[in-house]
């Protein structure tokens, strides 16, 4: 059974920086997909894609919203997958979680296509 496991939230000040990590079990990341979303708590909040990345980590896709401040990458040799947060910003608070999907069971890697695995997340918070 594949497991995701995130660290690395804390509580950071704006324009600050956190880098997040998430170790995949159970299977050789090679075979997925990775990303990270966000979640903000309350009715009507939806999660929100982040950032993705290949199974080979040639090709990364970011959301509008963190491109130019935000750099996914991963370590296949190391099961993990990493987002570098920088310029943080308070309406970036949220719980963060890293997705993954067998590369093989979608088109691409991209933020549109559905991560089936996911982690328990961690918390960010960025405080004013």
């Known amino acids: 059974q594949v497991q995701l496991v995130e660290s690395g939230g804390d509580l950071v000040q704006a324009g600050g920086s956190l880098r997040l990590s998430c170790t995949l079990s159970?299977?050789?990341?090679?075979?997925?997909?990775m990303a990270w979303f966000r979640q903000v708590p309350g009715p009507g909040k939806e999660r929100e894609g982040v950032?993705?990345?290949?199974?080979?980590?040639?090709?990364?896709y970011y959301s509008d919203s963190v491109k130019g401040r935000f750099i996914i990458s991963r370590a296949n040799t190391k099961n993990a997958l990493y987002l570098q947060m920088s310029g943080l910003k308070p309406d970036e608070t949220a719980m963060y979680y890293c997705?993954?999907?067998?590369?093989?069971?979608?088109?691409?890697?991209?933020?549109?296509?559905?991560?089936?695995?996911w982690g328990q997340g961690t918390q960010v918070t960025v405080s004013s």
């Open positions: 997705a993954a999907v067998p590369w093989a069971t979608v088109p691409t890697c991209d933020l549109r296509y559905d991560y089936k695995i």
């Open positions: 159970g299977a050789a990341a090679g075979g997925f997909c």
């Open positions: 950032a993705s990345i290949s199974s080979s980590g040639r090709s990364t």
